[in-house]
């Protein structure tokens, strides 16, 4: 009993992030366009598919037991790919939504307005993903920065000076984070594709209800990238706040055994909410995009769109 508490404190957030997109779709299903046939098949497909990855990474890496028969070990191997696995589930995806759905634009329909890959994507998902982006990028440097080699030689270990004593303890260091990068350079490359394969297409006979398809399909790929980075963030945030609550107990000759912790300890239940939060945010932006798929009300389907530009 005790092991399914632990398993389900581990996916509340992933819980939460679902409830959350579920009320976010009830309240807004009377408005929007919903995706059908293949587009729609590939996005609830691509918006599970970083939510499932998270979920079973969550639960193997409280219940490592359940591969240790295969002689697999499964602490380290989730040590190393905690912070590569979100952002390679968001390339899968992504790679889902940009199948290309069928067109038939007719002659008189194509029309020779130019069209960019952010032609159908609103200026505030755009802002979301690239401060995401940012905030990651940042952390991932300073991390960096403070990292310095550990036995093995590589970049993962952070030591602090307690009086005359040091101490250590790993870190998201350039050993973890350079590989992450080089992903969300992809992550964010394939976005850019996905949103010029969404746009570049002439428009169909039914310009307003081709736009209203794009929109969705475009504001889908923005909410994948963004819930990947911050599952991706989520990690990182996890990791240092792991980091920050290290904790390192030393006798001396006056005051007994002292104990002290690392120079940002005070940040630790601060990274540890973050982190929550992020997974919430992740989950929420990633169902979002499944339930784009679940047709909508009579009303929403009668519900006038804007034309397209």
Known sequence: MQQWVIILLELSPLILGG??????????????????????????????????????YS??????????????????????????????AGIIALV??????????????????RRTAFTFLSAGWTVALMAMVVVTVALSLAAGLASVPDQAGNYALFRFQIGTM?????????????PAMFLLMM???????????????????????????????????????TGAVAFHLAAIL??????????????????????AGSPFAALGSFL?????????LGAAL???????AVPRTARARQHTVKTAP
């Open 187 to 225: 992550l964010i490359g394939t976005a850019w594709a996905g949103l010029a394969l969404v746009a570049r297409p002439p428009l169909g006979d039914a310009r307003e209800q081709d736009a209203a398809v794009r929109r969705t399909q475009s504001r889908n790929i923005a909410a994948l990238t």
């Open 272 to 280: 540890y909410a973050s982190s929550f939060v992020a997974t919430c």
């Open 166 to 178: 040091g101490a250590g303890s790993t870190i998201y260091g350039w050993y973890y984070s350079i």
């Open 19 to 56: 409830v959350v997109a579920v009320g976010i779709w009830l309240a807004t299903r009377r408005h929007g366009t919903s995706l059908r046939g293949r587009a729609g098949v590939l996005a609830a497909i691509g918006g599970l598919v970083p939510v499932v990855v998270s979920c079973l």
């Open 96 to 113: 889902m939504l940009c199948v290309p759905g069928r067109r038939n634009p007719s002659v008189s329909a194509a029309g020779i307005a």
């Open 286 to 292: 990633c169902l979002g995009v499944a339930l784009t």
């Open 238 to 259: 996890g990791s240092l706040a792991g980091t920050a609550s290290v904790r390192v107990s030393f006798p001396t000759n006056t005051a007994g055994v002292v104990t």
């Open 59 to 88: 639960v193997l890496g409280v219940t490592p037991q359940l591969l240790a028969p295969m002689g697999l070990d499964v602490g380290m191997a989730v040590q190393k790919a905690q912070f590569v696995t979100p952002l390679a």
